[in-house]
């Protein structure tokens, strides 16, 4: 009896202790929130990235893109921004528990994100429904603007960088037959293998066989050594960098030496520093070119350089891009409330040049850019010529 | 070509079959699924890494301190997770909720420690190519291969002749009667469990350095085959570790070469439960242990 009574109380004590601690927290983000809205002139902004997880270097890049763009607005002063970063950790329901807090607790303006396109096609309709603009800075599957009116991307839809990687490889390999890998339980991957396959067929290359993995697989020896009797002239490969680079370096062991054209997910450094030696010849298409002769590049490349110490890649080059779009829109709308006018004002975007080039908003609020197809050369991407 | 396929299905199976001797030994003297089996794995895996690329040590000193690493934690979640709960005489599937527990800790701390980026070891370990008769095979997968199948034979010799394998048998038989007989279970249990997390360590280089592959979460799709393996193979039986981990693995070699690549995981499951269907003890399995305590 007396163990027992002791017990219950010590289940009572605990219960109040917990109840403080919650409504102390709850009463202390209250004032938190009071204090960022008191101030009337920050604009909030709530990001989803892929922080943490396999997928990592993509969500990484575009939080140090999105970060620089947002000093180098924040010093102009026009317009002042506030990033509220959340991580989906790559999977579709934390990306909806992320949206909903931004949108609700935070109260932002507007959402840049999430990462992969499976994850947008989960919240872009709730974000819709509730009238907040939001833009994939990293998104390239079909059908993504069609979500709705509040949905944009400024990203290269891989059905325009896909097809432009083949044709080139085509030309300057004199491709015959290739096969095409892809993991199929990815949405950027399956939508990459589709584009693959039509383009292929439209210009007449055969396609000998279609392999598939799944993401996080390690290893890819049986498909690989499938591949290698039946000799193809190039392997197409549409997956996320971590696999890629696995098939890359599997493949180069088993001697298969021929180039190997990838989707968006080839698009990373890690790739070259995974895959080593192996990620010779192979091949992507991307709005992103470190080595063009351009000004703004070149002080985005510097800048990015001294403040992160490293080089950076196509996805901190489109979040550069996304926030630097995103801030032009808000001063034209004078509002850091506003959401309606904010997309109003954003599919209007037409004459920005940035990191990435020249840019504008089609009417269906997808980019229209010019792409450079790229191959590694030596560990380091070269222009295909 | 089937016989290049199949040695790909004897590599991959033997890293399983690694993989699954540590579960079946603890589960063998616990009668305790460990979970956090594949974490210790994982951790192994990063250690043998930071040793071989940070303190610049050889790959076999890494593979040692790795093998030292995973027993400290196998010691440590011993004394933490597992002892507390057998002194209380729980239920039997705390000492599981308690596993995953730590596995879902390590994942964490993994995480923290070494960041989300999977990392690899430098190629030079891997790079070393032995072609025979056209067939290809890695030096790393010669060694797992060895490996595995030597310490099969040596985990065998030392629980069926050694003095300290026999209390090991006669723990795993029955504790209480056990200790009766003067065998220090404590110390058994504990040496059992850090054996055990010392193999899944050693695993981790050994994996890591076969696919090149080492990021936080690489413990929980590895621990899961290494599961379906010790089912197959029979509870606690170190031979059907060793036989389960390699038919599992060309199984799942051979559903990519001769059938379609997606359904990979389906058919080498589905095999899974055709032979359990046939034997449910699994290959090696005896029918008495099945009652346990």
């Not at chain 1, 109260?107 to 309709?125: D, H, K």
């Not at chain 1, 950076?312 to 850091?336: H, N, R």
Request: with cysteine; net charge positive; charged share 20%.
């Amino acid at each position: 009896m007396v163990t027992r009574s002791i017990k219950k109380k010590g289940i009572v004590s605990l219960f109040l202790m917990v109840l403080t601690v919650m409504v102390l927290g709850c009463s202390s983000e209250k004032s938190g929130n009071k204090g960022a809205a008191s101030d009337g002139s920050t604009a909030k902004i709530g990001v989803v990235s892929y922080l943490t997880g396999a997928g990592a270097a993509y969500g990484e890049s575009i939080r140090q893109g999105l970060e620089l763009a947002s000093d180098e607005v924040n010093a102009k002063g026009k317009v002042k921004l506030e990033l509220i970063f959340e991580d989906s950790k790559g999977e579709k329901n934390e990306a909806i528990n992320a949206v909903n807090k931004l949108i609700h607790k935070d109260n932002v303006l507007s959402l840049i994100g999430p990462t992969l396109s499976g994850e947008m096609f989960a919240v872009g309709p709730i974000v819709n429904q509730e009238g907040v603009p939001i833009m994939g800075t990293s998104l390239t599957v079909e059908g993504i603007t069609e979500i709705g009116d509040y949905v944009f991307r400024n990203s290269l839809p891989d059905s325009a960088a896909i097809p432009q990687s083949v044709k080139k490889a085509k030309e300057k390999f004199n491709l015959k037959k290739v096969a095409i890998m892809y993991s199929d339980n990815n949405d950027l991957a399956v939508s990459g293998f589709k584009i693959f396959e039509k383009t292929l067929k439209e210009i007449g290359v055969e396609v000998i066989a279609v392999e598939t993995f799944a993401d996080k697989n390690t290893d890819f020896s049986a498909q690989l050594t499938k591949i290698a009797t039946l000799n193809p002239d190039a392997i197409m490969v549409a997956g996320l960098y971590q696999e890629a680079a696995l098939i890359l370096k599997k493949a180069r062991e088993i001697g298969i030496t021929v180039p190997v054209v990838g989707n968006n997910g080839f698009n990373s450094p890690q790739l070259i520093k995974s895959a080593g030696n192996a990620a010779d010849g192979a091949i992507v298409a991307s709005p992103w070119f470190p080595g063009k002769d351009d000004a703004k590049v070149k002080s985005f490349i510097a800048a990015y350089k001294a403040k992160y110490k490293k080089e950076p890649d196509q996805f901190a080059a489109q979040a550069y891009d996304a926030l630097q779009i995103m801030a032009i829109a808000i001063e034209k709308t004078g509002s850091v409330t506003d959401r309606q006018k904010l997309r109003d004002t954003l599919a209007t975007v037409k004459d920005y040049s940035g990191v990435t080039g020249k840019f504008a908003f089609d009417e269906k609020r997808n980019p229209s850019m010019d792409v450079t197809v790229l191959v590694v050369k030596d560990g380091q991407f070269t222009e295909l010529k | 070509m089937f016989l290049q396929q199949l040695i790909n299905g004897i590599t991959l199976g033997s890293t399983y079959a690694l993989i699954a001797l540590g579960y079946t030994l603890i589960f063998g003297v616990l009668n305790i699924v460990n979970m956090a089996h594949g974490e210790i794995f994982m951790f192994g895996a990063f250690i043998g890494l930071i040793l071989a690329t940070k303190f610049n040590m050889s790959i076999f000193s890494a593979l040692l301190g790795a093998m030292v690493a995973g027993a400290v934690l196998g010691y440590l979640m011993e004394r933490l997770a597992l002892r507390p709960l057998r002194r209380r005489k729980v239920s039997e599937l705390a000492p599981l909720i308690s596993t995953i527990g730590v596995s879902i800790f390590l994942e964490s701390l993994a995480l923290r420690l070494f960041g989300p980026q999977a990392q690899s070891f430098p190629s030079i370990y891997a790079a070393q190519l032995f072609e025979v008769g056209g067939l290809k095979i890695s030096a790393v997968q010669i060694i797992i291969l060895a490996i595995s199948f030597g310490l099969m034979v040596a985990l065998r010799f030392w629980l069926a002749k050694t003095r300290l394998g026999k209390s090991i048998r006669a723990t795993a038989e029955n504790i209480e009667t056990a200790n009766l007989l003067g065998v220090d279970t404590q110390k058994v249990i504990v040496l059992t469990v850090m054996l055990a997390s010392a193999l899944g360590g050693g695993a981790g280089v050994l994996v890591g350095l076969a696919f090149n592959a080492i990021e936080p979460t690489m413990g929980i799709t590895m621990g899961f085959k290494g599961l379906a393996v010790l089912i197959l193979g029979g509870l606690g039986n170190i031979t059907g570790a060793m036989v389960g981990g390699l038919l599992l693995g060309i199984a799942e070699i051979f559903s990519v070469a001769y059938g379609v690549s997606s359904y990979r995981d389906a058919v080498a499951f589905g095999f899974i439960i055709l032979l359990l269907f046939l034997r449910p003890q699994g290959i090696f399995g005896s029918k008495e242990q099945q009652g346990g305590r």
